[in-house]
């Protein structure tokens, strides 16, 4: 099969499109002929070698966490799903034909295998940093990095629980935001004073997904360091707030909220640009803008955008 693989750690050049084996789903896995893959700004961190502390590689390495198919093999204790069906969840190694996921939900009828392709690591990332900072109905919570996949999952969640939200992001995104259910700011000087300005009873909760060296901030505006979580900063404990990996949590119950909302038409993660398995490198380049409205995906024939 065709996979996308890297020999050293480097730009996006290094990716390459190999002939590799098919892999194989242990007990409690599956396969599926993958129709997209999601990119996350996660992978080329890894392509990098910004992660190689911790997440050791043994090179060549295949790529990607994310991506949406048809299940084509099912390992021992599954009972959930059966051959042909439908799916989009996390696994390894994701850029390439085939892939096993170890976390997954069905697709939703009502969306694309591209569009279901970006759905995992936002769906999880988003719920699990709502509950580590404990928004509830009459939070007030601000979204730093609003715009992108997590953040306008995290956005779109935080609604769901009657949160009101004021997102951070560009000045091209704030009508994207206020469409979402956000109450748009823009990045830069004087954040602070406009998100008091937005939210004159306080602020409750802050996540930080864009890592923009805001936390300190963050943390004055909810006056409590234990309600302010970062995805990107490593440095966030040094404020008293935290970073969140996910590593070790359950990702079943988010991807499967998650598909609720969608198929009834509650959440919406726009697709901003699908590229095929071969320009991999380019979808790493765009990620890595930071400039992205909702998600990349990596379409992997037959067409990733069909239903």
Not at 50 to 68: E, Q, S, V
Not at 78 to 84: F, K, L, N
Request: hydrophobic share 45%.
């Amino acid at each position: 099969m065709r996979a996308i693989q890297f020999a050293r750690y480097g730009g996006p050049d290094v990716l390459e499109v190999l002939d590799v084996e098919p892999p194989r789903p242990g007990p409690g896995q599956l396969r599926v002929a993958v129709r997209a893959a999601g990119v996350n700004a996660l992978e080329w961190k890894i392509r990098r070698g910004l992660m190689r502390h911790f997440r050791p590689l043994r090179l060549p390495a295949g790529i990607g966490g994310d991506a949406a198919g048809v299940v084509d093999e099912i390992g021992a204790g599954v009972t959930d799903v059966r051959i042909g069906d439908a799916v989009f969840g996390s696994g390894h190694e994701t850029y390439a034909e085939h892939a096993v996921l170890t976390a997954w939900a069905h697709k939703p009828a009502n969306v694309s295998f591209a569009g279901a392709a970006g759905f995992p690591t936002p769906f999880e990332t988003g719920v699990r940093v709502l509950d580590e900072v404990r928004v509830s109905a009459g939070d007030t919570v601000v979204v730093n990095g609003a715009s992108g996949g997590v953040g306008s999952a995290a956005v779109q969640f935080a609604v769901e629980r009657s949160a009101t939200v004021i997102g951070v992001a560009g000045p091209s995104n704030q009508e994207y935001l206020a469409s979402i259910g956000a109450i748009p700011t823009t990045y830069g000087p004087g954040l602070a004073e406009r998100i008091r300005a937005l939210a004159p009873h306080g602020v409750d909760a802050a996540i930080d997904i864009a890592g923009s060296g805001v936390i300190g901030a963050l943390t004055d505006l909810t006056g409590d360091p234990a309600r302010v979580v970062s995805i990107a900063d490593f440095c966030a404990p040094r404020h008293g707030a935290r970073t969140s990996t996910g590593v070790g949590r359950e990702r079943v119950p988010a991807l499967r909220h998650g598909a609720r909302l969608v198929a009834a038409g509650r959440l919406v993660l726009p697709v901003a640009q699908m590229f095929p398995l071969e320009r991999a490198g380019a979808a790493h380049a765009a990620s890595e803008t930071g400039h992205v409205r909702g998600r990349l995906v990596l379409t992997i024939h037959p067409n990733g955008d069909s239903r």
